[in-house]
T-cell receptor, first 112, second 115 residues
Framework: KQEVTQIPAALSVPEGENLVLNCSFTDSAIYNLQWFRQDPGKGLTSLLLIQSSQREQTSGRLNASLDKSSGRSTLYIAASQPGDSATYLCAVQNTGFQKLVFGTGTRLLVSP | DTGVSQDPRHKITKRGQNVTFRCDPISEHNRLYWYRQTLGQGPEFLTYFQNEAQLEKSRLLSDRFSAERPKGSFSTLEIQRTEQGDSAMYLC?????????????FGSGTRLTVV
């Protein structure tokens, strides 16, 4: 059974810092891994999707890496801004399955 | 296309009442998913459709829950005889059949409060 863990559960940083969010999963037979952002009381916004054959994806100040063999992914946020404050969720889709398995998220607060 | 739409955004109901939620996916996406999210947790899978066929249901989906996608377009999720433990955010998502660089697209969710 796939289990996804995100560390840390919460993170508070001053504006301008670079930061790393971690995601680990127990079953390496994944099809892809997706990072989402969720603002309080809102739905999920897709940030980056990494296929199992890829090592990383980049979008603007965001960079996500994937090490399938070790069961880890990181989301790197450069030059953080107060608008980045949200919960960041990692989700994996196992090969042969359609559903996503989510971690419990990292709650990020970036203060001005 | 404006993305995945969910209606209503919020629903407050008394325990024992039935509620129904609607989801309109992205038009060219033939796969549709329902998830439930409780406070402080990640979303949990409930069920998924490919076109009108319901292909997988989670054990979380008790007999009081039913989902339909009658014409392979919009979907409804009904909860009968609601309980306080049903209070959660219900999220709908859609995805295309072929692999893509975009994965899932989620809606804004329906927040259910059972009092």
């Amino acid at each position: 059974k796939q289990e996804v863990t995100q560390i840390p559960a919460a993170l508070s940083v001053p504006e301008g810092e670079n930061l790393v969010l971690n995601c680990s999963f127990t079953d390496s037979a994944i099809y892809n891994l997706q990072w989402f952002r969720q603002d309080p009381g809102k739905g999920l916004t897709s940030l980056l999707l990494i296929q199992s054959s890829q090592r990383e994806q980049t979008s603007g100040r965001l960079n996500a890496s994937l090490d399938k063999s070790s069961g880890r992914s990181t989301l790197y946020i450069a030059a953080s801004q107060p608008g980045d404050s949200a919960t960041y969720l990692c989700a994996v889709q196992n090969t042969g399955f359609q559903k996503l398995v989510f971690g419990t998220g990292t709650r990020l607060l970036v203060s001005p | 296309d404006t993305g995945v739409s969910q209606d209503p955004r919020h629903k407050i109901t008394k325990r024992g009442q039935n509620v129904t939620f609607r989801c309109d996916p992205i038009s060219e996406h033939n796969r549709l998913y329902w998830y439930r999210q409780t406070l402080g947790q990640g979303p949990e899978f409930l069920t998924y459709f490919q076109n009108e066929a319901q292909l997988e249901k989670s054990r979380l989906l008790s007999d009081r829950f039913s989902a339909e996608r009658p014409k392979g377009s919009f979907s409804t999720l009904e909860i009968q005889r609601t309980e306080q433990g049903d209070s959660a955010m219900y999220l709908c998502a859609s995805s295309p059949h072929q692999p893509s660089n975009y994965g899932y697209t989620f809606g804004s969710g329906t927040r259910l409060t059972v009092v």
